[in-house]
């Protein structure tokens, strides 16, 4: 079955500890993105890819690196230059054609904590 | 002013009831709305892409004003399990028509339907 895998479900993070999130699709799709959203709040985007090799900041990229060597793949980290982490960790993909309409699909997310 | 704004909520209501649900944009630039669907701790699911004639699904109808740059979406006949947040997302096209790749989520609406 196609679809977009976020590892791992939760992740602890120690105080200067940089942390990697996988995202990985087999969807085929040439958009990624990640999201981050805290406690009733919506999602706020924090980098985007939308081809190999290249990758957009989105609202809210201090703090986070994130890279796109393969199609399939778009991990995050969050280093330790971000200072308030904790939070719902959302990756998603789609198609990038110049539609108009553009569905997401979501992995089922990482939640990261702080120690 | 946010980009994409919702009525935050809560909406209690009882089953059977009818509820609507407000989102307003600020850039008119903006070509692609949905609404999409989340559970507690899950990932967001798309419920329906807003379409300039307005559509419908069943017991849910989005409606899109340009004009006032805003979408709605009004649930008929609300059941048990339509309790969760609604978030309203927009997208912008770039010059060209191709897609920033930047979909922009409101801070989402809370529906709990109550027996």
């Known amino acids: 079955d196609g679809g977009i895998t976020q590892s791992p479900k939760y992740l602890f993070r120690k105080e200067g500890q940089n942390v990697t999130l996988s995202c990985e699709q087999n969807l085929n799709h040439d958009a990624m993105y990640w999201y981050r959203q805290d406690p009733g709040q919506g999602l706020r985007l924090i980098y985007y890819s939308q081809i190999v090799n290249d990758f957009q900041k989105g609202d809210i990229a201090e703090g986070y690196s994130v890279s796109r060597e393969k199609k399939e793949s778009f991990p995050l980290t969050v280093t330790s230059a971000q200072k308030n982490p904790t939070a719902f960790y959302l990756c998603?993909?789609?198609?990038?054609?110049?539609?108009?309409?553009?569905?997401?699909?979501f992995g089922s997310g990482t939640q990261l904590s702080v120690l | 002013r946010k980009e994409v704004e919702q009525d935050p909520g809560p909406f209690n209501v009882p089953e059977g009831a009818t509820v609507a649900f407000n989102c307003t944009y600020s850039?008119?630039?903006?070509?692609?709305f949905f609404w999409y669907r989340q559970d507690c701790r899950k990932e967001p699911k798309l419920l329906m892409s807003v379409y300039s004639s307005g559509n419908e699904d069943g017991r849910f109808t989005a409606q899109l004003n340009r004009a006032s740059q805003y979408i709605s979406l009004l649930i008929r006949d609300s059941k048990l399990s339509d309790s969760a947040t609604y978030l309203c997302v927009v997208n912008i096209l770039g010059a060209g028509g191709t897609s920033y790749g930047k979909l922009t989520f409101g801070q989402g609406t809370i529906l709990t339907v109550h027996p």
């Open positions: 850039n008119s630039a903006s070509q692609s």
């Open positions: 998603a993909s789609s198609i990038l054609q110049g539609a108009t309409n553009e569905k997401l699909f």
